[in-house]
């Protein structure tokens, strides 16, 4: 299969040697996600577009065109048929036997673009393949304004693309055309859609975490940050830093005035991710916050909270709706993990300063014992994210095992896109489809005296869930890893 690239339209007006810069990176990107996926893969192309050209197993194929879909910096892209460019009744011949199906009964209309010199035009193109395609295939005719099918057909040179599908990317700019951002990631629906934010645009997201308590909160937010690395980031390393946060949290209780609790925490929190970004070298910080979606979310709180970042605060989201918020989590897949993310802030203020000072911050901070904030940020521990599925400190072990036993339940927990492409199919054993976004809502719902095999493509969320569950008091749930079984 052969997929055309078409990039981000920002990226074709920048000057010659960044608009080169920006393909560069893109290609080594696409070379790096797809050859993960389809060994056969290969990049071609730079100026115009991109030309990908792929294996010939569909189930592949399929997952390849899911990846440029969520990788930064394309616009959209057709699958083609390619030919050698021969006179315009061949090229006619051509469209009547890949296209002519699709135009009974139908108004259609022929877009055309040439690259290139030839003794024809584009519209010449669209005019002679039209009028055939309209006489010889049963079409209800031409509607230039608004066809049912649009047939389109790229001349470049001496080669002849027929497009057969389009398919829309993300948009955007490459990941690794701009510098990294340490984004403060709660596993909310703001910073996890800030993050998305950050991807898109090309700036490259590690992540930092306060673990305000909660284990079942972190293991929350490490599938979020893994899912969105694996979704839309697997060119690059992430990192994921979780600083344990329950010292500071309790300092803040006994010790700051109670009004002004919330704001500490954030100035506390900025200044820990500032010394983590300092330590990955790292000029940025990306916070979810949006103006007046709480009370407390004011213009002088969070000038407040600023001044003790030496980095620049990036808030993407500062004047996004709640509701606009939650759609673009939808779109992006991360919704479900938000909506069931634990609350794990013990620090709510019973009436929250809404216009504080800085004065009135720093008398509050007076009393706090500096020396555990450095203490949290020393004891912060340091991941990939492509590794969140690891063992977390704590808790029990999750079991992973390598066969599913006759009277198991097996449960598949992959994106339903996922189990249609690769179903899996166990012989003489229960499977059940509970995709991973909807699993901690549903597992309350099953038999408690059945035993749980969790399985998914490499193990991660498999495992990052099976925890979760352990967590929550479900003994009977373990991991199926085919060809890999441990105690973690
Ligand atoms: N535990 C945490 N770890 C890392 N960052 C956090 C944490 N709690 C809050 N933040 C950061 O502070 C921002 C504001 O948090 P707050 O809880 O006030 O608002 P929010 O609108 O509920 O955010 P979210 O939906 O992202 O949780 C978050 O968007 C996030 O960037």
Redesign the pocket.
């Known amino acids: 299969m052969k997929l055309i690239i078409k990039f981000f339209p920002e990226i074709t007006i920048k000057s010659r040697q960044v608009r080169k810069r920006f393909i560069a990176q893109l290609k080594g990107n696409l070379k790096k996600v797809l050859s993960a996926v389809d060994p056969q893969a290969r990049v071609n192309g730079n100026w115009d577009s991109l030309e990908v050209n792929l294996g010939p197993d569909p189930a592949l194929q399929q997952r390849c065109i899911e990846r440029l879909r969520n990788t930064p910096g394309i616009s959209h892209c057709f699958e083609v048929h390619e030919y050698p460019l021969g006179t315009i009744d061949e090229l006619i011949e051509l469209c009547v036997a890949n296209v002519g199906d699709q135009l009974r009964g139908k108004t259609f209309a022929v877009r055309c673009k040439r690259v290139g010199t030839h003794p024809f035009s584009s519209q010449d193109v669209a005019i002679k393949v039209g009028s055939a395609l309209n006489t010889r295939c049963g079409a209800a005719g031409v509607s230039l304004k608004d066809p049912e099918v649009e047939v389109h057909v790229e001349i470049r040179d001496q080669k002849i693309y027929l497009i057969q599908a389009r398919h829309e990317g993300m948009g955007g700019f490459p990941l690794g055309t701009m510098e990294p951002v340490l984004s ?3 596993g ?4 996890t859609v ?1 993050s998305y934010q950050m991807l898109q645009r090309g700036l490259l997201p590690h992540f ?3 673990n ?1 308590g909660g284990r079942a909160h972190e293991l929350g937010v490490r599938q979020v940050a893994h899912y969105l690395w694996e979704r839309y980031a697997t060119s690059h390393r992430l990192r994921f830093v979780s600083v344990p946060f329950e010292g500071v949290v309790a300092e803040i209780l006994q010790n700051v005035e109670n009004s002004q609790m919330g704001v500490v925490l ?1 100035r506390m ?1 900025l200044r820990a991710a500032d010394r983590v970004a300092y330590r990955l070298g790292i000029d940025a910080l990306v ?4 103006i007046a ?2 009370a407390s979310q004011t213009l002088p709180n969070l000038s407040v909270i600023d001044k003790v970042a030496e980095r620049l605060v990036i808030r993407p989201l500062i004047t996004t709706s709640k509701l606009d918020i939650i759609d673009v989590a939808r779109r992006i897949g991360t919704l479900e993990f938000s909506s069931s993310m634990p609350e794990y ?1 013990g620090v709510i203020s019973v009436s929250p300063a809404i216009r504080t000072t800085v004065a009135r911050v720093e008398a509050a901070e007076a009393g706090f014992n500096f020396e555990l904030l450095s203490q949290a940020v020393e004891n912060a521990a340091y991941s990939e994210c492509s590794e969140l599925g690891e063992m977390m400190e704590g808790g029990s072990p999750v079991e992973i095992v390598e066969q599913a036993l006759t009277g198991q339940i097996v449960i598949d927990i992959r994106h339903p896109d996922e189990q249609e492409l690769r179903p899996l199919q166990l012989d003489g054993v229960e499977v059940q489809s509970i995709p991973f976004y909807t699993l901690n809502s549903r597992f309350a719902e099953l038999d408690p005296s059945r035993a749980y095999l969790l399985y998914c493509e490499k193990g991660v969320m498999s495992q990052l869930h099976a925890q979760y569950l352990l967590d929550e008091g479900h003994g009977n749930v373990r991991v199926l890893r085919p060809g890999g079984s441990s105690k973690r």
């Open positions: 403060l990631l709660s909310g629906f703001d910073s800030a930092v975490f306060f305000l954030k929190m916070t979810g916050e949006a979606q709480v802030c």
